[in-house]
């Protein structure tokens, strides 16, 4: 009973400002808190004058919120798809290539298929993909990127952010992965991450380290939350590093499965939490596999 009565206090706390108690009704429309879900508010005002009262509690609440949205498991690996045979992209780069013409990411068994199709037809060089003809000169693969980059395309610009750091341009990196990060892209949140921590083009900044790092793990990124679990795992968090390194697992990252089989000998990991992270990581592996793709591998190692 006292369960339902608290439940009815929290839904009719929702329907009235938290400040002034004025309810929701016709014209007067409640706002969220907005760093939490606990309480509402009918102006800035009223939220301005409420906040020593709420602060304790909005603060705790944001840092459930932000673990919850941490700890989920992503639907898949900020690689996404090739989008020819539509099979998760394998997190090894090496075995797939960037088309500088439509910024998609081709996997070497697709781009393989291709080849060998337009050999045996005598064909133009074209793109798996878009099917534009393939550049013959590095000038000609520059323009092409700047014109995804000109249209604000998220991928262009963390290519061309990364040729620029490799020039030693790192302010106009930072730039760039920042422009690409609030476009809500992975790799340019986790690049982020590295230049604030080696404070490259930009002050070296824990707070915005560890930030990028999350939303890049958030995003799908498995190396980045493999580096968060390492993180947490210096500061004595084994909880949530173990939480992390199974989650990056799960989307088949390596060093994460080795670092848990290590956790596990060291009694941190139970047998039940490794052995279904070790079938989840297979799974991942499992599903990037294909003949096609393993054909091109093949071809690649004559």
Not at 24 to 32: A, M
Not at 107 to 131: D, S, T, V, W
Not at 281 to 299: G, I, L, M, Y
Request: glycine share 6%; with cysteine.
């Amino acid at each position: 009973m006292s369960s339902d009565n608290d439940e009815a206090d929290d839904v009719l706390k929702m329907m009235s400002c938290a400040s002034c108690g004025v309810a929701e009704v016709d014209e007067i429309k409640l706002k969220e808190c907005t760093n939490c879900d606990l309480v509402r508010y009918c102006s800035v005002a009223c939220q301005r004058d409420h906040i020593s009262k709420h602060l304790r509690d909005c603060k705790k609440r944001a840092a459930e919120l932000r673990d919850e949205q941490l700890f989920k498991q992503p639907e898949s690996t900020y690689l996404g798809d090739c989008p020819i045979c539509m099979m998760p992209l394998q997190l090894d780069l090496s075995k797939s290539t960037l088309q500088t013409c439509c910024s998609k990411v081709i996997c070497n068994g697709c781009a393989h298929a291709n080849y060998l199709r337009e050999e045996e037809g005598m064909l133009q060089k074209i793109c798996p993909f878009c099917r534009k003809p393939i550049p013959d000169t590095a000038e000609e693969c520059k323009q092409q990127m700047m014109k995804r980059v000109e249209a604000n395309d998220p991928v262009a610009m963390t290519q061309w952010g990364s040729k620029q750091y490799d020039n030693g341009d790192y302010s106009s990196a930072f730039e760039w992965y920042t422009k690409a990060a609030e476009l809500g892209y992975a790799e340019a949140h986790s690049q982020l991450s590295i230049l604030y921590h080696l404070g490259h083009g930009v002050e070296k900044h824990e707070g915005k380290e560890i930030h990028h790092r999350e939303e890049a793990a958030i995003g799908g990124h498995p190396d980045a939350r493999y580096i968060l679990g390492c993180d947490e795992g210096k500061n004595g968090n084994t909880e949530k590093a173990v939480k992390h390194w199974i989650i990056a697992a799960t989307q088949g990252d390596n060093d994460s499965i080795k670092t848990l089989m290590d956790e596990f000998r060291s009694g941190t990991v139970s047998k039940d939490d490794l052995a279904a992270a070790l079938r989840a990581h297979q799974a991942a592996v499992d599903a990037t596999k294909s003949p096609q793709r393993e054909a091109a591998e093949r071809n690649y190692r004559k």
